[in-house]
C-alpha cells in the first residue's frame, strides 16, 4: 500500500517537486517560488547582491549554531565547570591534575579507553608544562578530540534513488530521525520515500505515516506483522517508478529477539541489494546518546551483522553524557554523520567534529 501524502499547500509543493526532479533549467512559469527566494533573485537579475544579503545567511548560521550549543549545554556545563574547579583546586597542570581530569572526561561518558587516549595524549605536553592555563589545556584537549573524530567525510548522494537503510534498537529515535532527513531533504531539494519496515509494532508504520504526512512525503506501507523485506520490496518499486531521489528504511529494533532481528536486517539487506544493486548506499545506525557506554556495545552488534557506514547519535540535548560521540567514534572506527539535539523537524544537525569539540569545551 502506498499513500501518498500531500502537504498543507498541495499546488505550491507540487510544482516545486516537480521541478526538484527535473534536470532542466527553471521554467519561467515557476517564477513565483523564486520570488520568495532571495538567493534565486540575486542569481536570476544578475545584479550584484544586495547589501546585507550575505549578513542575513551567516545571521542565520549564527542562529542554527548558537541553539546547537544551547541544546549541548550540559555536556558542555560538566566539563567546563569541572576543568574550572581542577585549575582552582591544582595550581599546575601536573599528574594529579591530570588524574582529575579523567575522572571528569569519564563522568562526561567519554568512556574509559577514550579518555585514557585523551590523557596520554595530554601528558607528553605536561611535561613539556605547556598547559599552565585553562585555555591551553581546553586548546590541547580539543586538538586531542579532534584528531579522534578524524574520519572519511560522507559520501555525497551520487545516485537516485539514494538509499537508506536506518537501524538501531528501539526508542533510539530511528523513526524521527527519519522524519528529520526527508525533511531535510525538501528543504535542498530532493524528493524522498519513506519505508515503513517495522511491521512488528502495529503504531510503527502510522507514526511514520504521520510523520510523512507532516512533511508532505509518500510512505509506503503494508499491514501490521507483514514481511518487511516484502514492504521494502515493494517500496522500492514504487522508489524507481517514482524517480525519487532518496530512500529511507525504518526497521524494526526489538532487542530481546537480538538474532531474529539481525537475521531480518540482514534479509532486508539482501533484498535491497538484489532489487538495486549497489544499494543501500548507507547503513545508518541510530544511537542515543543518554544510553552512554551502551550505545558502543549496540555499534558493535549491528556493525557485525550488516556492516554500519554511518551514525547517527541523537539525544544530545538535555543530557550530560554527550562525550559519548567521542568515544563511539573512537572506539568502533564509524563516522558520525548527524547530531539530533531535540524533538523537532530542524534538530538534526550535520555532524561537525570542531562545532561539536567548541560546543562541549565552551570554546
Ligand atoms: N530530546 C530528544 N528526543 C528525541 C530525539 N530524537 C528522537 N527523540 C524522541 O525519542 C523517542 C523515540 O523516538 P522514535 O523515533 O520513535 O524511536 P525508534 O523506536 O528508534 O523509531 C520519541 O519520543 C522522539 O521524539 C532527539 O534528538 N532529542
Ligand atoms: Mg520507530
Do not use: C
Request: net charge negative; aromatic share 4%; glycine share 8%.
Amino acid at each position: 500500500m502506498i499513500r501518498w501524502f500531500r502537504p498543507k499547500e498541495p499546488e505550491e509543493n507540487e510544482i516545486k517537486a516537480e521541478e526538484e526532479l527535473a534536470e532542466s533549467p527553471r521554467p519561467e512559469s515557476a517564477k513565483p517560488l523564486a520570488e520568495t527566494s532571495p538567493q534565486i533573485e540575486a542569481e536570476e537579475s544578475g545584479k550584484p547582491e544586495p547589501e546585507g544579503f550575505p549578513a542575513t545567511i551567516s545571521e542565520a548560521k549564527k542562529g542554527l549554531l548558537h541553539r546547537f550549543r544551547e541544546r549541548l549545554s550540559r555536556t558542555r556545563k560538566t566539563l567546563v565547570d569541572g576543568i574550572d574547579l581542577l585549575f582552582a583546586k591544582h595550581p599546575f597542570v601536573d599528574e594529579a591534575f591530570l588524574e582529575e581530569l579523567e575522572e571528569l572526561l569519564v563522568t562526561a561518558d567519554l568512556g574509559v579507553e577514550t579518555t585514557l587516549n585523551l590523557i596520554n595524549a595530554m601528558q607528553e605536553r605536561v611535561r613539556r608544562r605547556e598547559l599552565g592555563q585553562v585555555e591551553r589545556l581546553k586548546a590541547a584537549l580539543k586538538a586531542a578530540m579532534l584528531e579522534m573524530l578524524q574520519g572519511p567525510p560522507p559520501r555525497p548522494i551520487s545516485t537516485r534513488p539514494w538509499v537508506v537503510l536506518m537501524v538501531g534498537v528501539n526508542g533510539v529515535g530511528k523513526t524521527t530521525t527519519i522524519a528529520k532527513l526527508a525533511h531535510r531533504d525538501r528543504q535542498e531539494g530532493r524528493v524522498p520515500l519513506l519505508i515503513a519496515a517495522d511491521t512488528f509494532r502495529a503504531a510503527a508504520a502510522e507514526q511514520l505515516e504521520v510523520w510523512g504526512q507532516r512533511v508532505g512525503v509518500p510512505v509506503v506501507r503494508q499491514k501490521y506483522g507483514a514481511d518487511p523485506a516484502a514492504v521494502v520490496f515493494d517500496g522500492l518499486s514504487a522508489a524507481l517508478s517514482r524517480g525519487v531521489d532518496t530512500v529511507y528504511i525504518d526497521t524494526a529494533g526489538r532487542l530481546h529477539t537480538k538474532v531474529n532481528l539481525m537475521e531480518e536486517l540482514k534479509k532486508i539487506h539482501r533484498t535491497i541489494a538484489k532489487k538495486l544493486p549497489g544499494a543501500p548506499h548507507e547503513v545508518m545506525l541510530v544511537l542515543d546518546a543518554t544510553t552512554g557506554q551502551n550505545a558502543i556495545a549496540q555499534a558493535r552488534m549491528f556493525q557485525e551483522a550488516v556492516g554500519v557506514t554511518g551514525i547517527i547519535l541523537t539525544k544530545l540535548d538535555g543530557t550530560a553524557k554527550g562525550g559519548v560521540a567521542l568515544a563511539v567514534a573512537h572506539e568502533t572506527g564509524i563516522p558520525l554523520r548527524f547530531l539530533g539535539v531535540g524533538e523537532g523537524l530542524d534538530d538534526l544537525k550535520p555532524f561537525d567534529a570542531e562545532a561539536f569539540v567548541d560546543a562541549i569545551l565552551g570554546l
